[in-house]
Every structure is written in structure tokens, then in C-alpha cells.
């Protein structure tokens, strides 16, 4: 677990219901209520068996309502206000009435919706403005319809109860396994979780996987069905698999379970009055001296780098002087606000409260915006204790990237620098490669991760880059006992290389998997990971027809596509949620695509030996079909040291386009070499052969 457990404000005596079974993030072979196939088949009359038996005949959602959801059942949604009655209703709320909270789902389980509807409920935003995924901002969000960043809104609701204000800050979170860091980094400001569920899809990976990060923080839960508009909803199933699955404090009827439907609104009213209820308030006092915890960063044009901060004790204003405990850089508060869902500047932020803080002058350098830094007003160092800061997410896939005209390197260094800032996942090292020139290499969380990256270097700074294919770590120990982590092929050893040949293992990053799917595709589901050279851990039956599998398998599977495959081979109904499981032993060895006998170091992978037949063909095929005839013969080849696995051959050009011009056709024969100048920019040697980049760009599209 991240150092964020060992904050404060975690730490604090728990107010709020905690479910019964302690266990680790992600652990699913440990959890309380999924059981083990012999142990819930043995088991009679059982509330799961219970639930099969009813699957087909699900009660009707309403019927589920407790009384108290019912009472608050219909959504009266609360008036917009100006920025004086903003700021006038948030000073007049104690830390007492504050809840920072997050939504945590599987993928596409309908966060972001329910985060519209609760904004637009609490007056934030017009309710006229629609289903417009507000706080996906990212073009490559809304594009792709996916959250990649997790975003921040503060709210103020009146609690019909006490008839009191209470000020919420809500963040909507990514579901897709890649972006786990920023859900992490988002429990950091918050002292608790609505863990949403589909009402038709039932408990998915990464639900389980999100449930245990939120509880290994101690985070108070809300448990939400949403989707209950849907025909396929099975509203009863989802209850009991949250009842018994996961242990929270969800009665046989349904009761301390929300049910909702983020799009037509049903039910919107009741999720408010149970984060009020369930989430315990931040514990902070204001008049201490401050302490706050830089949660995220991104970089304005204007005002150089804003940051995001959960004040955890004290408070910040305009004017005041700031230390870094990072770096020892000291800044003057040039502003301080509020997302609401833009950007709102206040007078000041308390002790409890998450808003923006930007600097004046501005703070610079991207390098200087360290998340999990602590500030504290100058003179207070001595007596304010930082937090540990987080653990730096580890990236699992490399790719180099280059340029696709060496003259655009300076502006897409800029442009990458600053993605780089909005994405602290990203890892960024200088590159160079025979065939692509100067380029850079960077580290990602995922496949997934990486083209969201591309996209939006191509949307929010239309650059093209070339990418070459995504490769996983590879480690050596070697004889001597030293250890080599090597990220790009190029640099892993020849196999005939006597130092691999004299006592030096090498290893490959695998990851514990965790697959949720129907029994029916059970068979097609282990063939796939035997194929993939996973190792089966468990098999668990949860809720009668769904199987929790899990596998160890090499990263390097995920890479190539695993998932896409169980999804072909599931219809879809396969989810999958991985984390890190260390390095295994293997038999890697290092392909080359050769031209003309000399290696084009961007192609180069590091393969396990039972791939390298197949690869070896597709490669060779592929490379032919993308590069132009010379004015010689060309050989393609793919080796594995001194031994070709494949080979094409591509014929040489018999014709000379120059020639076959008349003499006096001037005009047309300098258009025909200025084309040619033009185009040669574009050009990159590898031996003898030219090749052009749009060939190196069709070759490493998949
Ligand atoms: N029928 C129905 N559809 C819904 C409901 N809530 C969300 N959806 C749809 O479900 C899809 C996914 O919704 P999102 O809000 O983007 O899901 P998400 O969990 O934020 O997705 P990620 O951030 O990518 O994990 C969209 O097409 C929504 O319109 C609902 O209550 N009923």
C-alpha cells in the first residue's frame, strides 16, 4: 500500500462502518464473503444459493428501497449560486460538515454519469447542460468515453435531515486497471469511497480490486447500484453479491444500498444523505500551522503550474509565504480557489478543504511539483511533520518515441514535458535509434495508458510522433550477483554473448491476474492463459455462475493483446484487473529485424523462444510490404543472433524516373528533384537502404 495509509488523516479513529475480514489490496483469494467452489457448494440453503434460485425472477428495484431511501427518493435539485453566496455559504460550514469523497467502479459502471447527475442535483451545474461527462475534461475522455484523469468538484448540499450545509469534494476517478495510480493518489484526499456497481453487470474486476485499495485505506464505503432503468437489471443479484461478497453492511432487503439510475436520475436523492451519514468528516483545525499535501498538478499557460491540495491542517490564503519540503523552494500564494466545477478563487482554503493553489510569480519547472510533497508556511518547518509522500507508480510498458521530422524535436520535447506534468505516471529518459534518430523513451502503466498518451499529444498539441512497439522490462543477474534491468531491447544482450552464457539468469515482470467471468467460458478462458504461459493460482465460484480465476501471468501477455483475446473468446462478459507480481525466470532472447545484414534497432523486441519462430514470419512479411523498392536488391530478415529464423527478399527498381525525362524539360525535372529533397528529410538510412518514416509508421501500427 501507498505511504498515503500513514497519513493523518487516515489514521484517525474510525467513525464509520468497517467491513469484518481484514485482508490486502486485491486479494481476492482471501475475501470474506467469495468463497471457494468446494466450500460454497457444500454449504445448504445458504444466502447465495438463495440468490441463483431467485436470478430469474429478480424483485422489482422499488421494492429494495429502504424506508429511509424512500423518504428522500425524490430529487428537488438545488438552486445554482453567485460567487458571493458561494463563498459566504462555505465560510459559514464547519470541517464537522465537510465529506471528501470519491467513485470508485469497474470500468464503464457509470462514474462519471452519476457525477453529473450529483453536480447537477446540488445546483453546481445547470441540469439544462445535460449528460455531458463534466468532469471528463480531456478531449481523449470524452472521445473515447473512458476516464483517464481523476477530477476534483466541490459541491454544497442541505441536508434535509438537519437542514444544515454540507460541503462536499468529490472525485470522479479512472476505472481502467492502467490508471490505478491516479485512483490511489485520489484516496489521499479523501476519507471516503462510493463504490458503484452495474445493475445488470454485477461485481466485476476491478470492482473487487477497488474495494480493497478503498478499504486498505480505511475509507468509509457507500455502496450504489446503478443502472437500474436497465431491462437486464438484476437489482437483487448485485444486492447480495454486495451483502455477502464483500461483507458491507447491506441488509436482506436491500437496506444501507443505494439504488440508482445515473441517467434518468431515480434515485439520485438518496446518494447525498448517505455519503453524509456514512463518510466520516476530515479531522484538521485550522488554527494550527500549515500542513498540505500536494494531491496533483498541471501546467497553465498563464499561471505556470497549479497544484491541487487536500489542507490537512491550517489554512492558505493569497500573499502568504509557502516552503516546499520537497525541494526547499519557497513560493508566495498568488491564488487560491475551488473547482466548482471551474475554477472559483476564494480567500482562503481551511483545514479539511481540497481546492487549487497557484503561485505568484509562478512556479516553473515542472520538476519542482513533486505529488505527495508537503507545503507549510516559511518558519514552520521546524514544527510541522511531512507526510511520507507516495510511492512513484511503476511503469510496466516502454516504447521509444520519435519525431516524425527530426526539425520538430524542440517542440515536441516541450509538448511531451508538459504531458508529462498532467500524467505523473509517465516515466521520460532521452533516446537515439540508428533508424529514427533523437528521440526519447518512455514508461507507461499500460497499453492502454500509452495510446491515451499518443492521443492526446496528437489532440491537445497536434504532434505526430512514431511508436515503436510496447516492450516490458527484462532483468539479468548475472554471475557476479549484479542485476541489469533492461528497458530497451536494443541493449539486452546477443544470445551469443558469453557473459549470458556464463551464470546469468534472466527474468521477466509477471502479474498476479484476476478474471471475473461466466462458467460457461471457463474452458475457452484457461486455454487462453495456458497459451500465454500463465500459471493457474485459483479458481473461485462467485455467486454460483460467475468464476473468479486467477493467474499469474507475464506482463508481456497484456501487452499483446490478452485481454482483447478473452474478450473475443467471452463475448465480451471476461474482466480483467492485474497487479504487480515481481520478476519470474525465463527464456528470453533478443529478435532482430535485419536489412541488408544491419539491425534497425527500433524494430529489435526481446522475446520469450517460443514466440520467436511466429514473430520472426510476421515481421519479415510485414517490413516488405511496407518499404519501397531500391535500386538493389533488398533482404529482410528477422535473427536471433547468427541464426535466421525468416527471410523475404525485395527486388530491385529497373527504372530511373530522371531519365525518362527529355533534356529540355527543365521545369519539370527540378520540380522532380525538389520533390526529392523534400522527401529525403523524411528519409532514414539503415546500411544502404533508405526508408521512409510513414514506412517505420505502417509497420509498428498494429
Ligand atoms: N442505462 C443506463 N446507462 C447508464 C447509466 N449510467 C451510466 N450509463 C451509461 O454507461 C456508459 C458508461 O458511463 P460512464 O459514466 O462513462 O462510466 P464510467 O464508470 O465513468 O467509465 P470509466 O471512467 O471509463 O470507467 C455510458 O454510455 C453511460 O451513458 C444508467 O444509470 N443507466
Known amino acids: ?263 434518468t436520475g431515480k434515485g439520485i436523492g438518496d446518494v447525498l444523505p448517505a455519503v453524509v451519514e456514512r463518510v466520516p468528516p476530515p479531522v484538521g483545525d485550522m488554527n494550527k500551522p500549515l500542513k498540505m499535501l500536494l494531491v496533483d498538478s498541471w501546467y497553465d499557460n498563464f499561471r505556470g503550474v497549479v497544484l491541487l491540495v487536500r489542507v490537512f491542517e491550517g489554512t492558505v490564503k493569497p500573499g502568504d509565504a509557502l516552503v516546499s519540503f520537497a525541494t526547499g523552494n519557497k513560493y508566495t500564494v498568488g491564488e487560491v480557489g475551488i473547482q466548482y466545477p471551474d475554477q472559483k478563487p476564494q480567500t482562503k482554503l481551511r483545514a479539511g478543504q481540497v481546492g487549487y493553489v497557484f503561485f505568484n510569480p509562478g512556479m516553473k519547472r515542472i520538476q519542482d511539483a513533486k505529488i505527495g510533497d508537503t507545503f507549510t508556511t516559511v518558519g514552520n518547518e521546524k514544527v510541522v511533520e511531512p507526510y511520507p509522500g507516495f510511492e512513484e507508480p511503476k511503469p510496466m510498458v516502454f516504447v521509444a518515441a520519435f519525431p516524425t521530422d527530426q526539425d520538430h524535436y524542440g517542440k515536441l520535447a516541450d509538448s511531451i514535458s508538459q504531458l508529462v506534468l498532467n500524467d505523473r505516471s509517465v516515466t521520460l529518459q532521452k533516446d537515439h535509434s540508428e533508424a529514427l ?76 491476474a484476476t478474471l471475473t467471468l461466466p462458467e460457461e467460458y471457463l474452458g475457452r478462458v484457461i486455454e487462453l492463459c495456458e497459451a500465454a504461459r500463465g500459471s493457474q493460482i485459483s479458481i473461485e465460484f462467485f455467486h454460483g455462475t460467475q468464476v473468479i480465476l486467477k493467474y499469474l501471468l507475464p506482463t508481456s501477455s497484456l501487452v499483446d493483446d490478452l485481454f482483447g483475446k478473452l474478450k473475443g473468446a467471452t463475448k465480451g462478459y471476461a474482466t480483467l484487473d492485474y497487479e504487480d507480481a515481481g520478476w519470474r525466470e525465463s527464456q528470453l532472447v533478443k529478435l532482430n529485424l535485419l536489412v541488408n545484414k544491419v539491425a534497425v534497432d527500433a524494430i529489435t523486441r526481446v522475446v520469450h523462444t517460443s514466440q520467436v519462430e511466429r514473430l520472426g514470419r510476421a515481421w519479415v512479411t510485414k517490413f516488405k510490404e511496407h518499404v519501397d523498392r531500391q535500386m538493389f536488391e533488398v533482404v529482410i530478415q528477422a535473427a536471433m543472433g547468427r541464426r535466421i529464423v525468416a527471410r523475404e527478399t525485395l527486388k530491385p527498381f529497373r527504372k530511373d524516373v530522371l531519365a525518362k525525362l527529355h533534356a529540355s524539360d527543365i521545369s519539370r525535372r527540378k520540380k522532380l528533384l525538389e520533390r526529392q529533397k523534400e522527401g529525403r528529410k523524411r528519409l532514414r538510412s539503415v546500411g544502404n537502404v533508405v526508408i521512409d518514416h510513414s514506412s517505420f509508421q505502417k509497420f509498428l501500427a498494429k
Open 1 to 263: 500500500m501507498r505511504g498515503a495509509k500513514s497519513l493523518d488523516g487516515f489514521m484517525r479513529p474510525c467513525l464509520h462502518w468497517r467491513p469484518q475480514r481484514l485482508c490486502t489490496a486485491g486479494s481476492i483469494g482471501g475475501i470474506g464473503g467469495i468463497r471457494s467452489a468446494s466450500r460454497l457448494r457444500s454449504t445448504t440453503a445458504t444466502p447465495l444459493q438463495w440468490s441463483t434460485s431467485t436470478l430469474s425472477t429478480p424483485r422489482r428495484p422499488d421494492a429494495l428501497l429502504s424506508r429511509h431511501a424512500r423518504r428522500y427518493a425524490t430529487p428537488k435539485v438545488q438552486p445554482k449560486l453567485t460567487q458571493d453566496e458561494l463563498e459566504k455559504r462555505i465560510e459559514a460550514i464547519p470541517i464537522e460538515r465537510y465529506r471528501n469523497f470519491c467513485i470508485v467502479a469497474h470500468i464503464d459502471h457509470g462514474k462519471s454519469t452519476l457525477s453529473d447527475r450529483l453536480l447537477e442535483y446540488t445546483g453546481t451545474i445547470n441540469a439544462s447542460d445535460g449528460n455531458k461527462q463534466i468532469l471528463d475534461k480531456l478531449d481523449v475522455e470524452r472521445e473515447r468515453g473512458i476516464t483517464v484523469k481523476a477530477q476534483t468538484c466541490t459541491m454544497l448540499y442541505r441536508y434535509p435531515k438537519d437542514g444544515k450545509d454540507y460541503m462536499f469534494h468529490l472525485v470522479d476517478t479512472p476505472g481502467h486497471v492502467d490508471f490505478r495510480a491516479e485512483v490511489t493518489r485520489s484516496y489521499a484526499s479523501c476519507e471516503g469511497a462510493i463504490l458503484l456497481v452495474d445493475a445488470s453487470q454485477g461485481v466485476q474486476a476491478q470492482t473487487v480490486a477497488n474495494f480493497y485499495l478503498a478499504f486498505a485505506q480505511n475509507l468509509g464505503m457507500v455502496p450504489v447500484v446503478n443502472k437500474i432503468d436497465l431491462p437486464s437489471a438484476d437489482v437483487e443479484r448485485v444486492v447480495d453479491q454486495l451483502r455477502t461478497g464483500f461483507e458491507l453492511p447491506v441488509g436482506e432487503n436491500g437496506e444501507g444500498c443505494v439504488l440508482v439510475s445515473a441517467k
Open 437 to 512: 534518430g533523437a528521440g526519447w523513451r518512455l514508461g507507461f502503466l499500460g497499453s492502454l495508458h500509452c495510446s491515451v498518451f499518443q492521443d492526446r499529444l496528437r489532440q491537445e498539441h497536434g504532434e505526430e510522433i512514431i511508436i515503436t512497439e510496447p516492450a516490458v522490462p527484462s532483468k539479468i543477474v548475472w554471475q557476479d550477483g549484479k542485476e541489469s534491468v533492461i528497458t530497451n531491447p536494443a541493449e539486452f544482450p546477443e544470445p551469443d554473448d558469453h557473459r549470458l552464457r556464463h551464470g546469468a539468469t534472466v527474468y521477466e515482470p509477471v502479474v498476479t
